[in-house]
């Protein structure tokens, strides 16, 4: 069995999107922290957070990162999840961590052509572009921390799952 994959990295970098396909290309299972929470709160990240306040949010993300965790499995984490020291070491003890990096306007543009509001009530309170440009202030240092490898995330999905499979097996030859 192979270790787990886990995917960083900011709202919209395509974590869901690339970390499904490239479970497809792998025979991997494929986990959202994001979903796994949805399916066993029967709640979205929006009530969630209206009810328990993101720091309610963020204590159950570490414990879906847990509950996830498994072999042979690609695991899209939610944006934040790097926030925490406790699940920044998690993941690089237990997998592969790899940073989608993207710039904030092409993250701003990916969400504001589909917002996904229950998904992701806003973090600042400011509009979609300066939300990303803060956000990305703060956290860029904490996925970089974070990650084994980062990957140019500004290419077709086809194309991200193409060089996470290259990077992935370099790595594992090396
Ligand atoms: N490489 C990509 N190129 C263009 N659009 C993308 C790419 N990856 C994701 N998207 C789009 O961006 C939005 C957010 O993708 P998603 O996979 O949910 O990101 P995340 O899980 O990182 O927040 C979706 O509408 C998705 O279709
Ligand atoms: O960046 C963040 O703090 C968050 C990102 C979201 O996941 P995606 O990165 O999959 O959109 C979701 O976990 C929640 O809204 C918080
Ligand atoms: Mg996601």
């Not at 996904?116 to 956000?135: C, H, K, N, S, W």
């Not at 996925?143 to 992935?168: D, G, K, R, S």
Request: some cysteine; charged content about 20%.
């Amino acid at each position: 069995m192979s270790l787990p994959i886990y995917l960083i990295g900011a709202r919209g970098c395509g974590k869901t999107t690339v970390g499904l396909a490239l479970s497809q290309a792998l025979a991997y299972a494929f986990s959202d922290t994001d979903y796994f929470l949805q399916q066993t709160t029967q709640q979205t990240v929006a009530e969630i957070v209206a009810a328990e306040g993101w720091e309610g949010f963020r204590r159950r993300e570490t414990q879906a990162l847990m509950a996830v965790t498994a072999p042979s499995t690609v695991i899209a984490t939610g944006g934040g999840m790097v926030l925490a020291e406790e699940n920044r070491r998690f993941m690089r003890e237990h997998g592969r961590v790899v940073y989608l990096k993207a710039d904030p306007e092409v993250l701003a543009s990916r969400l504001e052509a589909y917002p996904e509001e229950d998904q992701r009530p806003t973090l600042t309170g400011r509009p979609i572009a300066d939300e990303m440009v803060e956000v990305l202030a703060q956290r860029d240092r904490l996925y970089q921390q974070a990650a084994h490898h980062v990957i140019n995330a500004m290419q077709t999905p086809e194309q991200v799952v193409q060089t996470l499979l290259q990077t992935l097996s370099l790595a594992r030859a090396s």
